[in-house]
């Protein structure tokens, strides 16, 4: 089974990240995504519809949510399915992001490595632009120190 990710630390803490990266709708403000959707409140059972630069459009169901360490989304289609893990580790200076793929079904196993440069630049653009969108909302609602 092809498993893909990419990483990305920010300084911001878990729950400011968190609270980024599943902004779905803010999701379109970053410059690898043209348009995100979700229906209804961001919990299991949610679908969002997404479109990625260079990426056709897909529709992903929410399967676990877990504030403010992980969710996971999954798409389906004949013979190919994408289980994506959307990780954030608390450490010291900050939170380390990881989103990760792996793909399984007799299509995946073709298809994945086919994808892999793909899924791991947009996985680096996304990572990064959360950690970018964290560090912004943190710097807006921290108090100036003296």
Request: proline content about 8%; hydrophobic content about 40%; charged content about 20%.
């Amino acid at each position: 089974m092809p498993s893909y990710e990419a990483s990305a630390v920010t300084k911001a803490s878990a729950e400011v990240a968190w609270s980024a990266w599943t902004d779905v709708q803010g999701w379109s403000a970053y410059d690898h995504i043209e348009a995100a959707h979700v229906d209804g409140a961001f919990q299991p059972g949610a679908a969002i519809t997404s479109k990625a630069k260079g990426f056709p459009r897909s529709t992903l169901t929410v399967t676990r949510v877990e504030p403010p360490n992980l969710w996971v989304d999954e798409s389906r289609s004949p013979g190919m399915r994408m289980t994506f893990d959307h990780v954030l580790e608390p450490g010291e200076g900050g939170t380390r992001l990881t989103e990760r793929v792996h793909i399984s079904g007799p299509l995946g196993r073709a298809l994945g490595p086919v994808m892999r440069r793909k899924l791991e630049a947009l996985f680096a653009a996304s990572v990064a632009a959360v950690a970018r969108q964290a560090e912004a909302t943190e710097a807006q609602v921290e108090p100036p120190t003296s």
